[in-house]
């Protein structure tokens, strides 16, 4: 309660000294896109843990080869890929001197728009956006298809998400001849809604997210993406580090933006 109180109003400041509930460790350094650094909490009510006196969170791998080798080199602790091959790979070949963890939480990724805006807060705009977007080309270019697409509930929370069977018949998750028939009445939203007349419209990408290899055509997917559905050119995707994107979500001016959904990540166990 007391560093509640005292972070109280801080909320926007971007300091690892604001950062609550770390739990087995105590921040000391927050670079956003490029590192967290913190030391053992002496106050964590497990006195046997965290095992460390501190770590450091590299975050600006954009190039996984060079993650690999830096990896390799000992020069961090641990490394993910895109592809999960490499990783068992690795371990298959040092297995004495490596170990594979098995994560829970799953690359949950969406489109949002800021309703609290006017033009966004018109409902036709929310629809011909959410049928206009083409949730199977998304997981085609950057997940190598080795994905799901989700409704309001992601398809890894099994026993409540929408049923995939029932995804395929819903307006804005169907593809083929059902798609462009998707398509057709999301310009007839847009087109009464008053869209061409927005001007430019910039959709926002995470440098922390765009800024890796497997990821960096994600600004021009997402844009092109739209500019296909809606027939112009209007749509640009932009890339800004979360010193710029976090301030603008509290003050609720943000532009619509594609990033991680942070609130349902973790597999339902009876799935």
């Given at each position: 309660?007391?560093?509640?109180?005292?972070?109280?109003?801080?909320?926007t400041?971007?300091?690892?000294?604001?950062?609550?509930?770390?739990?087995?460790?105590?921040?000391?350094?927050?670079?956003?896109?490029?590192?967290?650094?913190?030391?053992?909490?002496?106050?964590?009510?497990?006195?046997?843990?965290?095992?460390?006196?501190?770590?450091?969170?590299?975050?600006?791998?954009?190039?996984?080869?060079?993650?690999?080798?830096?990896?390799?080199?000992?020069?961090?602790?641990g490394?993910?890929?895109?592809?999960?091959?490499?990783?068992?790979?690795?371990?298959?070949?040092?297995?004495?001197?490596?170990?594979?963890?098995?994560?829970?939480?799953?690359?949950?990724?969406?489109?949002?728009?800021?309703?609290?805006?006017?033009?966004?807060?018109?409902?036709?705009i929310?629809?011909?956006?959410?049928?206009?977007?083409?949730?199977?080309?998304?997981?085609q270019?950057?997940?190598?298809?080795?994905?799901?697409?989700?409704?309001?509930?992601?398809?890894?929370?099994?026993?409540?998400?929408?049923?995939?069977?029932?995804?395929?018949?819903?307006?804005?998750?169907?593809?083929?001849?059902?798609?462009?028939?998707?398509?057709?009445?999301?310009?007839?939203?847009?087109?009464?809604?008053?869209?061409?007349?927005?001007?430019?419209?910039?959709?926002?990408?995470?440098?922390?997210?765009?800024?890796?290899?497997?990821?960096?055509i994600?600004?021009?997917?997402?844009?092109?993406?739209?500019?296909d559905?809606?027939?112009?050119?209007?749509?640009?995707?932009?890339?800004k580090?979360?010193?710029?994107?976090?301030?603008?979500?509290?003050?609720?001016?943000?532009?619509?933006?594609?990033?991680?959904?942070?609130?349902?990540?973790?597999?339902?166990?009876?799935?």
């Open positions: 309660p007391e560093l509640m109180t005292a972070v109280e109003g801080k909320h400041e971007i300091d690892a000294g604001n950062v609550i509930g770390t739990g087995p460790f105590v921040l000391t350094e927050w670079v956003p896109g490029e590192r967290v650094s913190a030391v053992k909490n002496p106050s964590y009510w497990n006195k046997d843990k965290p095992y460390l006196d501190g770590q450091v969170w590299i975050q600006n791998f954009t190039d996984p080869v060079a993650y690999r080798v830096a990896f390799e080199q000992k020069q961090v602790m490394f993910t890929d895109p592809d999960p091959t490499v990783t068992l790979a690795m371990n298959a070949d040092r297995p004495d001197e490596t170990n594979v963890r098995y994560s829970g939480v799953a690359n949950t990724v969406a489109c949002y728009t800021n309703t609290n805006l006017p033009f966004w807060n018109d409902n036709r929310t629809r011909a956006i959410d049928m206009a977007i083409d949730r199977r080309l998304i997981i270019q950057l997940h190598a298809g080795l994905a799901k697409p989700s409704g309001p509930v992601t398809w890894i929370q099994d026993a409540w998400a929408i049923p995939q069977e029932d995804l395929a018949t819903t307006p804005g998750y169907q593809s083929g001849a059902e798609r462009e028939k998707d398509l057709i009445e999301a310009n007839k939203y847009w087109q009464a809604a008053g869209g061409p007349g927005q001007g430019e419209i910039e959709w926002t990408i995470a440098k922390l997210w765009s800024d890796r290899a497997s990821w960096a994600t600004p021009d997917l997402i844009s092109q993406m739209f500019n559905a809606f027939a112009t050119s209007q749509f640009k995707g932009v890339s580090t979360y010193g710029e994107i976090i301030p603008s979500w509290f003050a609720k001016t943000f532009d619509p933006f594609f990033a991680w959904i942070p609130n349902i990540e973790i597999p339902d166990t009876r799935a």
